[in-house]
């Protein structure tokens, strides 16, 4: 099924003065125009998440405010080696020490302006300690810094610049639940990057082929959840494309965050995709299409599964989130077919109670 979803052309407030979700700011559009106003404790979370990818290594970064706590992580995975090299580091602190913006932290705001600049964690982070910096920079530009300790007491030091191409389009939606549970989340692909990150003596380069995502997300969830999220951006041919796929948590809601981004300019996908993948196996392919037209028909195929389990009373979580290649073919809105082969990405499944 299609939904017909309002595209929003200019700034709007996310709730009304009373907290409720404001009907103005429900719709998609092509730039996060919208200002976050959250108001309320319990069910709010707040989010920056960056993955930024190479052919042969990443790096993720995760700053977020969950109300109950803070979590903040550093993942990084060298999957080119002989014998792939994985990493994650995550710090829980106590609620609000996150103190996350309305607006994406780093990048510019849709009226020109750069978005706030956000910090967590100690200058010089030990054992399970991390520090993130997501910095506003001269051009547009955001900056990542990072520090951690690996569990094989090596630091790791990341230091990106992610650049925001004139005009790039990216995914932006307001999901309701209903006027007091709703998210609003903005997918960005196919972003520039460039930099490095060290691990302890070896030096991993990210250069002309290192493409950034950011998940950011503002709302009020439900206690139980689960969703699926794929995403995937490179050089198809003679295309620059992204990939922005869910699942599960928008269904009902009228709303879904599917999208293309080709070239810099946005598709938007109004109908739930069909995902067929095999938890019990996830070394086998999974399939993303649309059911209703033939504007998705991928395959994904993992290489590598990053499996977390959480179960701490206030908090259970449990992530599988593969990353591998995506092939198959794409269409655009105005009937560009693009062949996807071998661009590298994401698909998982994540169910949480939090």
């Known amino acids: 099924m299609t939904t ?3 595209e929003i052309t200019g700034p709007v407030d996310l709730c009304l003065p009373d907290g409720r979700l404001d009907p103005g700011a429900v719709g998609w559009s092509r730039q996060p125009w919208l200002r976050a106003n959250l108001r309320g404790w319990g069910r709010t979370k707040r989010w920056e998440y960056w993955c930024v ?16 706590f803070s979590l ?15 990493m994650e580091r995550t710090a829980i602190l106590a609620p ?7 607006h994406i932290a780093g990048m510019p705001t849709p009226t ?4 706030p600049s956000v910090v967590v964690g100690p200058e010089r982070p030990v054992r399970n300690q991390v520090r993130i910096g997501i910095h506003a920079e001269a051009g547009g530009t955001t900056r990542l810094r990072a520090r951690c300790m690996t569990p094989d007491r090596r630091p790791l030091e990341v230091d990106l610049v992610v650049a925001a191409p004139a005009g790039h389009e990216t995914m932006n939606v307001v999901v309701p639940w209903d006027d007091r549970r709703f998210q609003f989340t903005s997918k960005q ?3 520039p990057a460039s930099g490095t990150v060290r691990v302890g003596d070896e030096t991993y380069a990210f250069g002309a082929d290192s493409w950034a995502v950011l998940d950011h997300g503002r709302g009020r969830w439900p206690r139980r959840i689960t969703w699926n999220w794929g995403a995937a951006s490179g050089v198809c041919g003679d295309h620059v494309v992204g990939l922005q796929f869910g699942g599960k948590w928008t269904e009902g809601t009228g709303a879904t965050e599917n999208a293309l981004c080709v070239d810099g300019r946005l598709s938007k996908i109004g109908s739930e995709l069909v995902w067929d993948y095999d938890l019990a196996d996830l070394r086998r392919p ?15 195929t993992p290489f590598h ?14 992530t599988d989130q593969s990353f591998g290649h995506y092939s198959g073919r794409i269409r655009t809105d105005d009937g560009q077919v693009v062949q996807v082969d071998g661009l590298l990405g994401w698909a998982e499944e994540v169910a949480m109670v939090w």
């Open 189 to 191: 692909t196919a972003l």
């Open 286 to 300: 999974w399939t993303i299409r649309t059911p209703d037209s033939d504007q998705v028909d991928v395959t994904f």
């Open 305 to 318: 599964n990053r499996h977390a389990e959480t179960d701490a009373r206030v908090i259970a979580n449990r």
């Open 53 to 68: 990818t190479t052919p042969t290594h990443l790096i993720a970064l995760t700053v977020s405010d969950l109300d109950l």
């Open 4 to 6: 017909a979803e309002r």
């Open 72 to 86: 903040d992580a550093v993942y990084f995975l060298d999957f080119g080696a002989d014998a792939p090299y994985e």
């Open 96 to 102: 609000r020490r996150a103190r996350l913006p309305q």
């Open 112 to 115: 020109g302006g750069p978005g």
